[in-house]
C-alpha cells in the first residue's frame, strides 16, 4: 500500500476534509444522549414543558447540523476513492504499456484484467469506507467511554472491558481473513483466465463439441473460488454476531448496575439512559468498524497485487537516441541474434545473421514452432536478442527510443485484431492525421478498397468488437492497409495473408513492391508462393537457420525448404522464375 500513497497527492484536501467532517459529525452525534440526560433529568422530572422543547429544539439542531457534516464528509470522501482509483488505474495501464512481451508473458493477461478491474474497484470501495469511519468509530468508541467515566466510574469500567473483548475479536478475524482474501484474489485470476480462454475460443468449443466439458471445467474452477469466498466470509460474519453479544451483555450488565445505583441514589435515571445509549453507540460503530475492516481487508490484499505490478522493473531498458526519420525504406541487419522467452532454458531463434537491404524483400518460412515470429520480434524490439544484435539503417535497436524506432516500422501480427469504431478510425492507428486519400490508397494496396466501399458508410462503416462484423480475409487486408497508411521503413507481414487466396496474395505483393520508397518488406509465411519472389529467403528449423538464399539456391541446396515447395506444389513442380508469384 505504501507505493500507492503517492496517488493521493492531488486529493490532500478531500482526504483531510472528508475525516474531519465526520468527526465533527461523531461529535454532535455524542451530545445527544447528554441532551437527553437533560430532558429526563431536569424536563421531565420537574414537569418543566418548556425546557423540554427547548432540549428537543437543540436536538433537531444537533441532528440538522450532523447530516450536513455527514453528507458532506461523504461528498469529500468518495471524490477522494474516485480520484484516487482512477490515478492507479491510470498507472497501472501505463505502467503495462512500459513492460516488455517478456513481463506480459510471466504475468499473463487474465491477471493483469484481474488487476486493472477487480482489485482496483475494491482498493476504492476500502479507501473510501476508510475515510468516512477509520477515525469516526474508534472516536465515537473512545468519546462515549470518555463520557462515561464523567457521569461514574464504575459503570464506565464495563465500557472498558467491553471495549478490549471487543479489539481481541476484531483483530484476530482480521489476522486470519487477510491472508485468506489474498489466495481469493489469487483464485479470481485463473477464473478469468479460464473465462477469457473459453470466450476467445469458443467457436472451437462448439466445433468439436466440447461445450459440456468447458462447462464442467468452468464449475469446478468456480467451486474451487466460491469454497474460499465462502469460508472468509462466513469466518469474516463471525465479526457481527461475536460483536452483538459482547455488546448486549455489557448492555445487561449496564441496565443491571444501573438499576441497583438509582435505587441508592448514585446515579439518576437521566444518567443510566445517556449510559445505554452511549453503549447502543457503541454497537453501531463496531458493528461500522468491523465491516470496514472486513472491506479494508480485502483493499489491502488488493492494493499489494496492485503494487507487486507496480514494481516490476522492466527487462528492457529504453535508449536515448531519437533521430529524425526523413521517410525511405531502411537497412535491417542481424549479427548472431538469437532469441529466448522467459522461462525457457533453450532459445526460440539462435544464429540468425542477414543483411536486409534498405527496399529488399525478405522471405522466412520454416515449420509450426520454428523460430519465425521470434525472429521478427526483435526488429521493432519486442523482445531483446538473448545474443548478438540487430540493427535498423546502422544503430543498434537497444539505442533507440521506443517512439523513434516503432514509427518506422508497421507489423502486421498473426492475429489480426480491429477495434470498435469505424474504418476511417482503424487505420488511423497507422497514422494519427491520414486524410481520407491515404486511407483509400493503402486500401487499394492491400486489396481492401472494393469490399470497404460496398458497405454502408464506407470508410464509415462501424466495426464490430474484434471485426467480427468481417470475414477472415477481410480483417487481414483491413490490418495490413493500417500498416500501409504509415508508409513505414519497415514492413513486417507475420503470416498475415493466410486467409487470402493466391491471386490476392501476389496482386497485395506487387502493389507493395510498386510503392514509391518501397519498404523493407519481411513476410513470414508457410506458403512458399508468398516468399519465393523475395529477395532473400531465411529458412528455419527447431528455431536454427538452415537456409539462406534466393528461392533458386534453396531448391538446390537446402531438403527443408525443397520439401516445404515440393509438399505444396507436388514432387514433380518445376521451380518458379522467383519474380513475384508465377503459379499463383
Known amino acids: 500500500m505504501k507505493a ?40 421531565i422530572a420537574y414537569g418543566n414543558r418548556e425546557y423540554v422543547l427547548h432540549m428537543v429544539l437543540i436536538m433537531l439542531a444537533l441532528a440538522a447540523v450532523g447530516l450536513t457534516c455527514s453528507l458532506t464528509a461523504q461528498y469529500f470522501s468518495a471524490k477522494a476513492a474516485v480520484g484516487f482509483a482512477a490515478k492507479v488505474k491510470n498507472a497501472v495501464f501505463s505502467h503495462i504499456q512500459t513492460l516488455s512481451y517478456t513481463e506480459i508473458d510471466t504475468l499473463g493477461t487474465s491477471t493483469l484484467v484481474t488487476r486493472l478491474t477487480s482489485d482496483i474497484n475494491t482498493l476504492q470501495g476500502g479507501v473510501n469506507m476508510s475515510l468516512r469511519l477509520f477515525l469516526r468509530s474508534p472516536f465515537v468508541v473512545a468519546g462515549a467511554v470518555a463520557v462515561a467515566f464523567t457521569i461514574d466510574l464504575k459503570a464506565a469500567l464495563t465500557f472498558v472491558v467491553t471495549v478490549l473483548l471487543l479489539s481481541i475479536v476484531v483483530y484476530g478475524i ?41 462447462q464442467e471445467e468452468f464449475k469446478e474452477t468456480n467451486a474451487v473460488l466460491a469454497g474460499m469466498q465462502i469460508l472468509a466470509g462466513k469466518l469474516s460474519a463471525l465479526m457481527n454476531p461475536l460483536t452483538f453479544v459482547l455488546i448486549n451483555l455489557g448492555l445487561a450488565w449496564l441496565i443491571w448496575e444501573g438499576a441497583l445505583a438509582v435505587d441508592t441514589g448514585r446515579l439518576t435515571q437521566g444518567a443510566v439512559v445517556a449510559l445505554v445509549n452511549y453503549m447502543s453507540q457503541i454497537l453501531v460503530e463496531l458493528v461500522k468498524l468491523a465491516n470496514m475492516i472486513v472491506q479494508l481487508t480485502r483493499a489491502l490484499a488488493s492494493a499489494g497485487r496492485i503494487s507487486s505490478v507496480l514494481a516490476i522493473e522492466p527487462s ?5 537516441e531519437a533521430p529524425v526519420w526523413q521517410g525511405g525504406p531502411a537497412e535491417v541487419r542481424f549479427e548472431n541474434a538469437a532469441m529466448r522467452y522467459a522461462g525457457s532454458s533453450e532459445n526460440g531463434a539462435e ?47 537497444r539505442d533507440y527510443t521506443y517512439r523513434s524506432l516503432r514509427e518506422r516500422i508497421a507489423i502486421v501480427p498473426q492475429r489480426s485484431v480491429l477495434f470498435s469504431g469505424t474504418i476511417r478510425e482503424n487505420l488511423r492507428w497507422g497514422k494519427a492525421d491520414a486524410t481520407d486519400a491515404e486511407i483509400m490508397e493503402a486500401l487499394r494496396m492491400a486489396q481492401a478498397a472494393d469490399f470497404v466501399l460496398e458497405k454502408e458508410g464506407g470508410l464509415d462503416y462501424a466495426v464490430a468488437q474484434g471485426g467480427s462484423n468481417f470475414s477472415g480475409g477481410q480483417r487481414q487486408r483491413l490490418a495490413i492497409a493500417r500498416a500501409l497508411v504509415r508508409k513505414p521503413a519497415v514492413l513486417i507481414l507475420d ?31 508457410q506458403r512458399t508462393a508468398s516468399i519465393m519472389h523475395a529477395d532473400q529467403i531465411l529458412v528455419l528449423d527447431a528455431g536454427k537457420v538452415v537456409g539462406l538464399g534466393t528461392h533458386e539456391n534453396l531448391m538446390r541446396d537446402c531438403d527443408v525448404y525443397r520439401e516445404i515447395y515440393r509438399s505444396q506444389f507436388g514432387r514433380e513442380a518445376r521451380p518458379a522464375d522467383g519474380k513475384g508469384g508465377a503459379l499463383q
Not at 316 to 320: A, H, I, T
Not at 496 to 501: E, H, I, P
Open 4 to 43: 500507492l500513497w503517492k496517488y493521493f497527492k492531488s486529493y490532500k484536501i478531500e482526504c483531510i476534509s472528508g475525516p474531519l467532517f465526520k468527526l465533527l459529525e461523531a461529535s454532535f452525534e455524542l451530545m445527544v444522549p447528554l441532551v437527553v440526560k437533560r430532558i429526563i433529568d431536569v424536563g
Open 495 to 525: 503470416d498475415s495473408t493466410s486467409a487470402l487466396d493466391y491471386a490476392t496474395d501476389a496482386a497485395l505483393r506487387k502493389a507493395i513492391r510498386e510503392m514509391p520508397d518501397s519498404p523493407t518488406t519481411f513476410i513470414v509465411s
Open 351 to 397: 544464429g540468425i545473421s542477414l543483411r536486409a537491404a534498405a527496399g529488399s524483400t525478405i522471405g522466412i518460412i520454416g515449420g509450426t514452432g520454428s523460430g519465425k515470429t521470434s525472429v521478427i520480434h526483435l526488429i521493432p524490439r519486442f523482445y531483446d536478442a538473448a545474443e548478438g544484435a540487430v540493427y535498423v539503417d546502422g544503430r543498434n535497436v
Open 316 to 320: 528492457m531498458k529504453e535508449g536515448s
Open 174 to 214: 482480521m489476522l486470519i481473513t487477510i491472508p485468506m482474501y489474498k489466495k481469493v484474489q489469487t483464485h479470481l485470476d485463473r477464473v478469468t483466465m479460464h473465462t477469457r480462454s473459453a470466450l476467445t475460443g469458443v467457436r472451437v468449443t462448439r466445433a468439436f463439441g466440447l461445450e459440456q466439458k468447458e
